[in-house]
Nanobody, 113 residues
Framework: QVLLVESGGGLVQAGGSLRLSCAASGINFSLYGMGWYRQASGNERESVAS???????IYAESVAGRFTISRDNAKKMVYLQMNSLKPEDSAVYYC???????WGQGTQVTVSS
């Protein structure tokens, strides 16, 4: 069975950085694009970044230039390096296999002003 586990969230001041990790199991990881979504309280879940099975990244306009998505197929891990964080980045961040309904439990990111 598929299991995705996010970690690395926390409380950080505006301008700070966090690195999120997502550990995957139960899938042929190298065959899937992976993505990070976020959902702020009262808002809909939105795509933040994705990375193809070949390692090509795509970013939402709101985070482009600040966030970097990467993957390590050998470790079945996907990462989201978040720099220059803003209060509007505060949300629960979720890891997903692109094109599936597989999600992790989420990790909370809170950015204070």
């Amino acid at each position: 069975q598929v299991l995705l586990v996010e970690s690395g969230g926390g409380l950080v001041q505006a301008g700070g950085s966090l690195r999120l990790s997502c550990a995957a199991s139960g899938i042929n990881f190298s065959l899937y694009g992976m993505g990070w979504y976020r959902q702020a309280s009262g808002n809909e879940r939105e795509s933040v970044a994705s990375i193809t099975r070949f390692g090509s990244p795509i970013y939402a306009e709101s985070v482009a230039g600040r966030f970097t998505i990467s993957r390590d197929n050998a470790k079945k891990m996907v990462y989201l390096q978040m720099n220059s964080l803003k209060p509007e980045d505060s949300a629960v961040y979720y890891c997903t296999c692109i094109g599936t309904s597989f999600w992790g439990q989420g990790t909370q990111v809170t950015v204070s002003s």
